[in-house]
């Protein structure tokens, strides 16, 4: 399998602009997760999707942020409009139930706001 | 109650030393503690996990130790090569989904040849 796949993996945007990562899950996996690395902050939960509908938001900062999955095999993170705040690496996650509680993560997305 | 502190922030051990990293956590309902291994520029990968219901488990060199009393778990590298240099994360969920993975800071290993 190719893992999970997010895109773009480097991106740079003016502040106030609008910005779309994108991820493909592992098939066959149930569960898709949005996370956020950053150096003060660590590794953040923002959102999980179990069968494509969003279970625990909780974890998405502000209205500014949005994810959504259309179907088991895409998702987006939106980030409108983004700020020098939001400047991490955003990584997509995915996993199944059945093979214990492994999740397999992306490359990741390295966004810097300016 | 939700927090898992990891220490420490950063280590560095000579080639074939043991690396030890340590956790706890302070939720009884977790039940589910796996490490993960990450390289620069990279995800994180599961490197080993551990239940509850065991006090140890051992997958060649690294060897998770859980003391359930004390709610602490830890990393063991036995014979530290230059290529375990990495930033390792301990984890923890709940449930028998266990979906929601609330991670440590962090422990940046460096291992000099």
């Known amino acids: 399998d190719a893992g999970v796949i997010q895109s773009p993996r480097h991106e740079v945007t003016e502040m106030g602009q609008e910005v779309t990562l994108r991820c493909k899950p592992i098939?066959?996996?149930?569960?898709l997760f949005w996370y956020r690395q950053t150096m003060m902050r660590g590794l953040e939960l923002l959102i999980y999707?179990?069968?494509?509908?969003?279970?625990?938001d909780s974890g998405m900062p502000e209205d500014r942020f949005s994810a959504k999955m259309p179907n088991a095999s895409f998702s987006t993170l939106k980030i409108q409009p983004s700020e020098p705040r939001d400047s991490a690496v955003y990584f997509c996650?995915?996993?199944?139930?059945?093979?214990?509680?492994?999740?397999?993560f992306g490359e990741g997305s390295w966004l810097t706001v300016v | 109650q939700q927090q898992v502190k990891q220490s420490p922030q950063s280590l560095i051990v000579q080639k074939g030393g043991i690396s030890i990293i340590n956790c706890a956590y302070e939720?009884?309902?977790?039940?589910?503690f796996p490490w993960y291994q990450q390289f620069p520029g990279k995800g994180p990968a599961l490197l080993i996990a551990?239940?509850?219901?065991?006090s140890e488990k051992k997958e060649g060199r690294f060897t998770i130790s859980f003391n359930k009393s004390a709610k602490q778990f830890s990393l063991h590298i036995m014979d530290s090569q230059p290529g375990d240099s990495a930033t390792y994360f301990c984890?923890?969920?709940?449930?028998?989904?266990?979906?929601?993975?609330?991670f440590g800071e962090g422990t940046q290993l460096t291992v000099n040849p």
């Open positions: 939720n009884t309902a977790f039940d589910y």
């Open positions: 984890a923890a969920s709940m449930g028998t989904s266990g979906s929601r993975l609330t």
């Open positions: 098939s066959g996996h149930d569960y």
């Open positions: 996650a995915s996993r199944t139930v059945g093979l214990g509680n492994t999740i397999y």
């Open positions: 999707f179990n069968n494509n509908v969003p279970i625990d």
């Open positions: 551990i239940r509850p219901d065991v």
